[in-house]
């Protein structure tokens, strides 16, 4: 008989593993069973192609030029792709004079060169201007080189990138300033209209690209603060006439923590009230809560994709699905976030030798099972 997330071997996971994993409030029950006209192997792609949704992944320009098997990978199963880090403010203008190129031009070629999507990541970040920025940007003059750095970023990039974050991470209600803008310079001078400017910018520059706000945790029951915060700026930024096409959720999840269906369909639903597309950006799930065992780890976290995917592909709004990179062997999070026990994570869809995990057959699922567009 078939299993429940395309060629899983569920018989080999015991009822321990199974128990734990119910246990730790994961509907791994609610995995449905793929229809048994879908050759389990068909590309995540085509699956979601064929639902009008697009799937995606992030790149690094390391591996992608320099390890076949990587880039079949990414062939394979991505239909768009955007840069880890090679479009950031850091390497893209090492110095105040001197721009480089050279990485982000080279993914941009590859794209194009595959007739791939390709996502821009991202123009304005708090974390990543270059080191010679540091006194600017706290200086008067620190908004009109940020707006700057973004005008020539995107413009660069003309007609090449379909989609731009062009502000990533500025609500960070933590830091206690007006409208919860995190606590940066350029925001703290600017507030709301500063960042109106910059999508007027990004506009500006690239008339033809789909213009996002960026952010991450907002799936679980203790992110209502953040949930709220977005969701005011986003209504903000809106009526101030910014323009804006879509909100990227980042979707950096964890495995084990608390999400409530409902509650994550709501805010979904009201993000698309205020007339914006929604893309899940980064999707990568953290196993750092989870015991050792890799069955265990993977089980969980395949059922917990499935979950969240299944909530985001039923709201109309959504347009796609990116994850924050196609295998466990370069993910962020071995450095990001390390496991207490210094296992590496198991976070994405495929192994630390591409082999497809069940992660990867619970996003097929859930685009197999994703209303059509
Ligand atoms: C991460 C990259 O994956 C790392 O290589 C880098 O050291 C730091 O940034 N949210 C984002 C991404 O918007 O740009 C981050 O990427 C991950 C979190």
New binding site residues.
């Given amino acids: 008989m078939r299993n429940n997330i395309g060629q899983w071997p569920t018989k080999h996971i015991d009822r321990r593993t199974f128990l734990l994993a119910a246990g730790a409030g994961i509907a791994a029950a609610s995995v449905q069973v793929s229809r048994a006209d879908e050759p389990s192997e068909t590309p995540l792609r085509q699956r979601a192609e064929k639902k009008g949704l697009v799937f995606g992944t992030?790149v690094?320009a390391g591996p992608l030029f320099s390890l076949k098997q990587y880039q079949d990978a990414v062939l394979r199963d991505a239909a768009m792709i955007v840069p880890?880090?090679e479009m950031?403010w850091r390497p893209t203008q090492p110095t105040a004079r001197q721009s480089n190129y050279f990485n982000a031009d080279r993914i941009a070629k590859f794209a194009k060169d595959n007739m791939l999507l390709l996502r821009g990541?991202?123009a304005v970040?708090h974390?990543?201007p270059p080191a010679w920025t540091k006194d600017i940007i706290g200086s008067d003059d620190g908004q009109t080189l940020v707006l700057d750095h973004a005008r020539e970023l995107i413009n660069h990039f003309r007609g090449r990138v379909m989609e731009w974050?062009v502000v990533?991470?500025a609500i960070a209600p933590e830091d206690d300033m007006p409208d919860n803008l995190r606590n940066w310079a350029p925001y703290n001078k600017g507030g709301i209209d500063f960042i109106a400017d910059c999508f007027h910018a990004a506009r500006e520059a690239d008339p033809n690209a789909n213009l996002y706000y960026?952010d991450?945790s907002v799936y679980y029951q203790n992110q209502g603060h953040r949930r709220d915060a977005i969701l005011s700026f986003l209504e903000k930024l809106k009526s101030k006439g910014a323009p804006i096409d879509g909100f990227g959720i980042?979707s950096?999840l964890i495995a084990n923590a608390e999400f409530d269906e409902n509650v994550y369909r709501r805010f979904l639903s009201e993000v698309a009230d205020l007339g914006l597309k929604i893309r899940a950006?980064?999707l990568d799930v953290s196993d750092v809560r989870l015991e050792p065992d890799i069955k265990l780890r993977d089980t969980i976290v395949a059922a917990h994709t499935k979950q969240y995917l299944d909530v985001l592909f039923n709201e109309p709004a959504v347009v796609g699905l990116v994850t924050?990179g196609m295998t466990d062997r370069f993910s962020?999070l071995h450095?990001?976030w390390p496991r207490k026990d210094h296992l590496r994570q198991r976070c994405l869809p495929l192994d630390d030798n591409f082999a497809k995990k069940p992660m990867w057959y619970a996003i097929a699922d859930a685009f197999d099972h994703a209303p059509s567009r």
């Fill in positions: 992030e690094n880890e880090n950031k990541h991202t970040w974390q990543n974050d990533n991470e960026n991450y980042q950096h950006t980064e924050w962020w450095k990001g």
